[in-house]
């Protein structure tokens, strides 16, 4: 008998990032190829339908390591026994509404979905968000969940980390996966701060080959307006870009990153480099045993640290929003 299969919820599961998400999921590209999976599906009443189509397109795909799919409206039933739960369904932002109105919207998503996951999730629990505001999503669930340990909440930044990576390697002419310890700071949004300071590719330092104005005037703005750039193109926000993030996020998590190298990720700030604690925010991190670990030491100049602490303070108004709302 091999493995028993680990339960993976994820919400928000006929979506766009949902249709391109669970079947990497069951392929096992998340997980490994010995890693067999149990899918929970957790959407609104209304689009449990649509969710059951793709369930079944996921049962004709006959994917060995995928061992059974449940579909509900009940986020207490969707997060029982789950030890890895990807929250991707969220409140987006439509016409007239400001940003406190969204933000009690996902308050009504996320707290009772933080309850869930403190009531029945499995001990070795580890949660991805990635419904935006996804950082502060992340900050409203575990306020919720006051049994789970900090470091099992994440929120995705991976999709940044990606576009940065990507456009160095462009404008260096150089293999995508020759570039190493990138590293995007702070919010999932526009004051993100993607940076070079020890970036290298091929083992030498990508700031030695990139200028300053590069940086500020092209690199920068391009990665972390990237997403509004999506939605411009196609008309909708990124989606198998977004899946594709996530799978990453949770592999390197689970299963290791590769030495010498880091990735980023939201986790949940323990003060170091000046974030203050409790914040969701971008880090270097590198995993091994299953959890991220901070890399400390590295120098941060005055531009990264005005930079740096632009994002960070975002997150500290979001945070300051969704305490006087009552959220957490
Ligand atoms: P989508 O609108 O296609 O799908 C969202 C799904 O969530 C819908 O099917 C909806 O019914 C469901 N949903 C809403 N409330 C729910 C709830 N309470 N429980 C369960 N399901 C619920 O959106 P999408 O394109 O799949 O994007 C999902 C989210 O991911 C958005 O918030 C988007 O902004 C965000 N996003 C984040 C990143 C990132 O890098 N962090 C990147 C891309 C998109
Ligand atoms: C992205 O970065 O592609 C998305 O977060 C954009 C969005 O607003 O959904």
Redesign the pocket.
Known sequence: MGPSPVKVTV??A?????YALLFRIASGAMLGPDTPVRLSL???TP?LKAAEGTAMELDDCAFPLLAGIDITDDARSAFDGTSVALL?????RTAGMERGDLLEANGG?FKPQGEAINAGAADDVRILV???P?NTNALIARTHAPDVPADRWTA?MR??HNRALTQVARRLDAPVADITRMTVWGN?SATQYPDVSNARVAGTPVRDRVDQEWLESTFIPTVAKR?AAIIDARG????AS?AN?AIDHVHDWVLGTRDGDWVSAGIVSDGSYGIPEGLVAGFPVTSSGGSFQVVQGLEIDDFSRRRIDASVAELADEQAAIRSLGLI
């Open positions: 919400t928000g006929a979506g766009q990032i949902g957790l959407e609104i689009a991707v369904g969220a409140r987006p998503i990635v419904g935006n996804a995705m999709l940044d999932h997403g909708a926000s990124s989606a977004a993030a």
